[in-house]
């Protein structure tokens, strides 16, 4: 079946705008996360949804980033006034169930900021 | 902090040749480690994902070994294959929330 798909696969964008990224995740799966991933480092959490549970927030890097998940399945990406240190690949996962399931990730969204 | 340490940073290995990588990590209380496969623009894919009381399991060439009395954890590829190319993590799970810690990954090469 599809896999997690992500959209654009790569996004150049101008320092000060604001970028939204797209993560269609697996059908069925209640469980939706975003990663960002710098160039030498691991995976970084950024944000967690679960069903219709308040998003696990924590890993947001500062409140220029923001993410919704629109009737439980896709879910976007915001990141507003871009800096250049926000370039990375932003990976998305799913999975069947809440946290300790196995995760489904996709292609990822590169994002250069110049 | 739960961390997880990777090494090498990078290998590169003739094809058919043998090679391992390391994992040592921090997190605690332990849930579960996994080796994820990640191609040059692709998303990690699992490799093998092992329990506090497993010491072993191998999915095809991959070989993963734990020891969760020291925290280690190896990942053994056998007769690798131009296809190996990729970079492999390290991820570890907690039991108190079970967010995942990554470590930043080796880098494999296989030549020819």
């Known amino acids: 079946g599809a896999g997690v798909s992500q959209s654009p696969s790569n996004k150049v964008t101008e320092k000060g705008k604001d970028v939204e990224l797209r993560c269609d995740p697996i059908s069925g799966h209640t469980a939706l996360y975003w990663y960002r991933q710098s160039l030498g480092q ?23 980033f ?5 009737g439980g399945s896709v879910s976007t990406l915001t990141i ?11 990976l998305c996962a799913s999975s069947h169930g809440s946290r300790g399931y196995e995760q489904y990730f996709g292609p990822g969204t590169r994002l250069t900021v110049t | 902090k739960n961390q997880v ?21 921090t997190v605690s209380p332990f849930s579960n480690l996994r080796w994820y496969k990640q191609d040059t623009g692709r998303g990690p894919v699992s490799l ?4 506090f009381s497993e010491n072993t399991k191998s999915n095809g060439r991959y070989t993963a ?27 570890v799970s907690s039991t108190n929330d079970y967010k995942l810690s990554f470590g930043a990954g080796t880098t494999v090469t296989v030549r020819a």
């Not at chain 1, 507003?80 to 932003?90: H, I, K, L, M, N």
């Not at chain 2, 093998?48 to 329990?51: E, K």
Request: net charge negative; with cysteine; glycine share 4%.
């Open chain 2, 5 to 25: 340490e990777q090494s090498p940073q990078s290998l590169i290995i003739l094809e058919g040749k043998n090679c391992t990588l390391q994992c040592n990590y």
């Open chain 2, 48 to 51: 093998t994902i092992m329990t």
């Open chain 1, 42 to 64: 691991g995976l970084e959490f950024l944000i967690y949804f679960q069903g219709n549970s308040a998003p696990d927030k924590s890993g947001l890097p500062s409140d220029r």
């Open chain 2, 65 to 91: 070994t734990l020891d969760a009395d020291t925290k280690q954890s190896s990942l053994h590829i056998t007769a690798s294959q131009l296809s190996d190319s990729a970079s492999y993590i390290c991820v």
């Open chain 1, 80 to 90: 507003q006034r871009t800096q250049q240190e926000d370039s990375a690949v932003y």
């Open chain 1, 66 to 70: 923001s993410a919704e998940r629109t």
